[in-house]
């Protein structure tokens, strides 16, 4: 089930944008079952769930770290984690990058924006982004490679909303090139869209969709 799950996703996404299963909840044999159907990114947002999942599973999985990330738990995952989607605040890159060094890897992040009418979700502003890539502290990290931009439009059934959210994202991606990567290939990414709007996120630019329900069902 979840094999054809994964099929049908992958036949309405172009090659470019990349599928991420968010797994989280789910246990290792379910996510066993995704890998031999060939799925290799995964996404979670618990660290301690992370750990233990990658642990016990095949060590060729890429791992993306999806939710809020606490900077005392950075250390945890810094040794493994393919690509941090949530980088929300200078201390926390700065912490990535401590334990990038202690690992003698870069880390892949993106950068969180607030695009979202909610008060609750996490993520920057684009004037907090750009105060980040302008710091020193920025400038001066050796263990961090930023690959583009992730957020997370409302909760809403709204598409309109969400669709200008989108487009408010890919336009901060768009606006953060320009000025701050314009000679850099690797900061590519716009991580945006899930199970009920990946299709509307990939018109609008998305290229990396990170979908959960629609592959392992719902969560209780
Ligand atoms: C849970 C989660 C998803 C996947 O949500 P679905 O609606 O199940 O596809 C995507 N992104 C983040 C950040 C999540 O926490």
Known sequence: MIQVNLRNIQDEIPENVLLIAV???????????A???????????????LVTKHSELPADIKWHFIGHLQRNKVKYIAEFVHLIHSVDSLKLLQEIN???????????????FNISQ???KFGLSRKEGKIILNSAEYK??????????????????????ISMEFDSLHNTFQEMKDEFFQDDNQFKEVSMGMSGDYKLAIKKGSTMVRVGSLIFGSRI
């Open 140 to 161: 001066s990290m050796q263990h961090i490679e930023i690959c583009g931009v992730m957020g997370m439009a409302s909760f809403t059934q709204d598409e309109n909303q």
């Open 35 to 49: 890998y031999e159907g060939g799925q290799r990114d995964f996404g979670e947002n618990k660290v301690q769930e």
């Open 98 to 112: 401590k334990h990038g060094k202690k690992h003698n890897r870069t880390i892949r992040c993106l950068l969180q």
């Open 118 to 120: 909610e008060e609750s």
């Open 23 to 33: 797994s989280k909840t789910k246990p290792a044999n379910i996510i066993q079952a």
